[in-house]
């Protein structure tokens, strides 16, 4: 039965890549560019923790469609389809800057003012609070192609002394590309730009495909650095994610200046990558950290299986052998939802949402969302809410729909608001706040 399962993957891969019928991260809407996914957590909280003293949810799900997949059960009752929720706070939303080409990421500086990525044409921008936007030069060439080009942007730990900041692209390489993280220190002179560039990590192997880079970055409380990385959605890629030999769909931890822990899960084992973290990862666009400072990620499924997960250092979460989803074709991926010595999702989505962006609310202008995770979603053009309780998803609300916009970035910000940018041709930078 596998080995029909498998001629069943290979054949509808071999035919259809690049030519597969797109898929919910992949296809363009009316008036946006090319859809991938996500970016980078802000802010940490206790995911797992959330409304301790308050009732749990009950009823009926989020009006989301039939799955894809109905024959696959949930291992558990609560890893999927959780209970509709409202939130009783009314928001306001605010268009701070608008006019970007499908951005990417915000990360704010110290003095408040915001670095935004523009994944289409690999440029850069300091916006202030009023919206005025200049763009950063000196940064390396993108590889723009689909889902690449300028992808995440973090400000170091140390930017006070460093002035450095860190960010994530698609890298044209001799024999195709691959995501790399770079740094450089930030000189905002009235002409702002990037100097002492410096590569940090490179994703190996270098492959021809311009999907499923992954690219968020998260700063760790230690000081080192995660990097979520895909697995290029191709068969030769995809048939990488539990090797540990490649880089391809893993979740890599690297120190600041681009060396390796000590402590490493892989580090002694002959032939793996010693940056690797995490295995079996399909495309990760969506990371944060909680309070305690756990990563926690949304990662972009097939056709059904976008999961939440808490991955832990040496664990193997599945990719490509169990899962949740199938091929866009409609064809079989896995045999099976669960296998010994691989780690189910906390929640996933069946259908999906096209997750993009994470944040953890830990601030005060709402304190109903103590704790919750917000997701960007793309093909779902809502911000997707979950509350939490036990490291378990109890409620899920779907935020913004009636603006009908992809959200690809959800970021706190040091005021308590969340800002959000929307993957258009025209994208905007917004602020979220009670009104």
């Keep these: 039965m596998r080995s029909v399962f498998l001629a069943l993957i290979t054949a509808t891969l071999l035919v259809g890549c690049p030519g597969n019928p797109p898929s919910d991260d992949e296809n363009p809407q009316p008036d946006s560019g090319t859809p991938d996914a996500g970016n980078t957590a802000d802010g940490g909280s206790d995911a797992g923790d959330s409304d301790d003293e308050e009732p749990l949810p009950s009823g009926p799900p989020v009006e989301q469609g039939p799955p894809n997949v109905p024959e696959f059960e949930p291992a558990f009752p609560e890893q999927t389809r959780a209970p509709a929720i409202e939130s009783e706070t009314e928001l306001d939303v605010t268009v701070i800057a608008s006019g970007f080409r499908n951005p990417w990421a915000v990360a704010f500086l110290p003095d408040g003012r915001m ?88 994703m190996m192997p270098t492959m021809e495909s ?29 048939v990488q994610a539990q090797d540990l030999a490649s880089h391809l769909g893993k979740i890599v931890r690297i120190n600041a200046d681009g060396s390796v822990p000590a402590d490493n899960p892989y580090v002694e084992a002959e032939g793996a990558k010693p940056e690797i973290w995490s295995i079996g990862h399909r495309n990760i666009q969506s990371a944060a950290l909680d309070r305690q400072g756990r990563l926690w990620t949304v990662e972009m499924g097939p056709q059904g299986g976008d999961e939440l997960n808490l991955p832990e250092a040496g664990k193997d979460y599945g990719w490509p052998t169990i899962g949740y989803g199938e091929e866009y074709s ?106």
């Design 115 to 202: 670095l935004v990525t523009e994944k289409a044409t690999g440029t850069l921008y300091v916006v202030t609070a009023a919206g005025e936007k200049t763009a950063v030069t000196g940064l390396p060439a993108v590889d723009a192609r689909g889902q690449g080009g300028l992808l995440d942007v973090e400000v170091a730990p140390d930017h006070a002394e460093s002035g450095r900041v860190y960010w994530s692209y698609a890298e044209p390489r001799v024999g195709g590309n691959g995501l790399t993280v770079a740094r450089g220190r930030l000189v905002d002179d009235g002409t702002p730009h990037v100097e002492n560039v410096q590569v940090v990590f490179r």
């Design 210 to 238: 311009t999907s499923h880079f992954g690219g968020r970055l998260v700063f760790a409380p230690d000081g080192t650095l995660f990097v979520t990385l895909g697995e290029r959605s191709i068969l030769a890629g995809r």
């Design 330 to 435: 409609g064809a079989p991926i896995h045999e099976q939802t669960q296998a010994p010595g691989m780690e189910q999702p906390v929640y996933y989505w069946d259908p999906v949402i096209a997750p993009s962006g994470m944040a953890i609310y830990t601030g005060t202008l709402f304190p109903e969302w103590k704790d919750n995770v917000f997701v960007g979603g793309l093909v779902s053009r809502a911000l997707v809410r979950l509350r939490m309780h036990d490291n378990l998803v109890v409620g899920e609300e779907h935020l913004l729909k009636e603006r009908n916009q992809r959200i690809r970035e959800v970021v706190q910000g040091p005021d308590g608001a969340l800002y959000l940018l929307t993957d258009e041709t025209n994208g905007q930078l917004l602020k979220v706040t009670p009104r």
